[in-house]
C-alpha cells in the first residue's frame, strides 16, 4: 500500500481536504477538536478510483509542531503540497516545501484548497504563487489541482491524479526485513507502551489464532521491540 501525506501550513485546510477524501477525521485528539488545529499525526485510507488502497498521513501545519511533521513525512511515497487559495503561499507552506525537498522526495501535487471562497482569477493567482515555489525544489513541475472539499469540486480529478502519479512510483520490493519508520510513541492503560509508524519495507504480519493475515504496510500489533 503506497502512503501519501500532506504537507503545507496551518488552517490551509488539510485535515479538512483528508476527511473530504477519505470520510475519515485524522484529528482524534481532544485538544484538537476543541481548537480546531491538528497538533499530532493523523491518519487515514481509501481507495482510488483505479481500485488501488492508499493510506494517508496527516501532518499538523503551525510551526510549534514541526517536530510531528518531520516524523510523519519521512516515509511517503507521494507528497501532497496544500495552498489555500484565499492566501496562497505562506510561511510553513515555504518550510515544509523544504523538507520535502531535504527529504529528495520527487513525486507530489499542488493541491489549492477553500476555492469555493475566492474567484477565478484568484484560485489562479494562488496556483502561479505554488508554482514559482516549488521551482528549483525536487518537485519542479508538480501537477496542480484545484479542489473545494465544501462543495467537492475537484476531489475526483484529485483522485485521478494520485492514481497517475502512483503508476509511475515503485512498489517497495518485500526483502523480508520490515522497516518501520517510528512515528508515535504512546501509553495505553491495561496494554502499556504502543509504537506506530509506518512501514517502509518488508511485510509484518497480524496473529490471530496461530494463523497470519497479511496486507503490505498494514499494522502489527507485538508485546515486544523485536517484532
Same mark, same amino acid.
Given at each position: 500500500?503506497?502512503?501519501?501525506?500532506?504537507?503545507?501550513? *496551518?488552517?490551509?485546510?488539510?485535515?479538512? /481536504?483528508?476527511?473530504?477524501?477519505?470520510?475519515?477525521?485524522?484529528?482524534? /485528539? #481532544? !485538544? @484538537?477538536?476543541?481548537?480546531?488545529?491538528?497538533?499530532?499525526?493523523?491518519?487515514?485510507?481509501? +481507495?482510488? #478510483?483505479?481500485?488501488? @488502497?492508499?493510506?494517508?498521513? $496527516?501532518?499538523?501545519?503551525?510551526?510549534?509542531?514541526? &517536530?510531528?511533521?518531520?516524523?510523519?513525512?519521512?516515509?511517503?511515497?507521494?507528497?501532497?503540497?496544500?495552498?489555500?487559495? $484565499? !492566501?496562497?503561499?505562506?510561511?510553513?507552506?515555504? !518550510?515544509?516545501?523544504?523538507?520535502?525537498?531535504?527529504? =529528495? /522526495?520527487?513525486?507530489?501535487?499542488?493541491?489549492? +484548497?477553500?476555492?469555493?471562497?475566492?474567484?477565478? !482569477?484568484?484560485? @489562479?493567482?494562488?496556483?502561479? @504563487?505554488?508554482?514559482?515555489?516549488?521551482?528549483?525544489?525536487? %518537485?519542479?513541475?508538480?501537477? %496542480?489541482?484545484?479542489?473545494?472539499?465544501? +462543495?467537492?469540486?475537484?476531489?475526483?480529478?484529485?483522485?485521478?491524479?494520485?492514481?497517475?502519479?502512483?503508476?509511475?512510483? #515503485?512498489?517497495?520490493? =518485500?526483502? $523480508?526485513?520490515?522497516?518501520?519508520?517510528?512515528?508515535? *510513541?504512546?501509553?495505553?492503560?491495561?496494554?502499556?507502551?504502543?509504537?506506530?509508524?509506518?512501514? %517502509? $519495507?518488508?511485510?509484518?504480519?497480524? &496473529?490471530?489464532?496461530?494463523?497470519?493475515?497479511?496486507?503490505?504496510?498494514?499494522?502489527?500489533?507485538?508485546?515486544?521491540? =523485536?517484532?
Amino acid at each position: 500500500m503506497y502512503v501519501i501525506g500532506t504537507a503545507g501550513h *496551518v488552517d490551509h485546510g488539510k485535515s479538512t /481536504l483528508v476527511r473530504a477524501l477519505t470520510g475519515i477525521d485524522p484529528d482524534r /485528539l #481532544p !485538544e @484538537e477538536k476543541q481548537r480546531q488545529m491538528t497538533i499530532d499525526l493523523g491518519f487515514a485510507w481509501f +481507495t482510488l #478510483p483505479s481500485g488501488r @488502497e492508499v493510506s494517508i498521513v $496527516d501532518v499538523p501545519g503551525h510551526e510549534r509542531f514541526i &517536530k510531528n511533521m518531520l516524523a510523519g513525512i519521512g516515509g511517503i511515497d507521494l507528497a501532497l503540497l496544500i495552498v489555500a487559495a $484565499d !492566501e496562497g503561499v505562506m510561511a510553513q507552506t515555504k !518550510e515544509h516545501l523544504a523538507v520535502l525537498d531535504l527529504l =529528495n /522526495l520527487k513525486h507530489a501535487i499542488v493541491v489549492i +484548497t477553500k476555492i469555493d471562497l475566492v474567484d477565478a !482569477e484568484t484560485r @489562479e493567482l494562488a496556483a502561479m @504563487e505554488a508554482a514559482d515555489a516549488i521551482k528549483g525544489t525536487t %518537485i519542479e513541475g508538480a501537477p %496542480i489541482v484545484f479542489t473545494s472539499s465544501v +462543495t467537492g469540486e475537484g476531489l475526483q480529478a484529485l483522485a485521478a491524479a494520485i492514481d497517475r502519479i502512483l503508476d509511475t512510483v #515503485p512498489q517497495p520490493k =518485500n526483502i $523480508d526485513r520490515p522497516r518501520l519508520s517510528i512515528d508515535r *510513541v504512546f501509553s495505553v492503560k491495561g496494554f502499556g507502551t504502543v509504537v506506530t509508524g509506518t512501514l %517502509i $519495507d518488508g511485510r509484518l504480519f497480524l &496473529k490471530s489464532g496461530g494463523r497470519d493475515s497479511t496486507g503490505f504496510k498494514t499494522c502489527a500489533y507485538t508485546r515486544s521491540a =523485536n517484532a
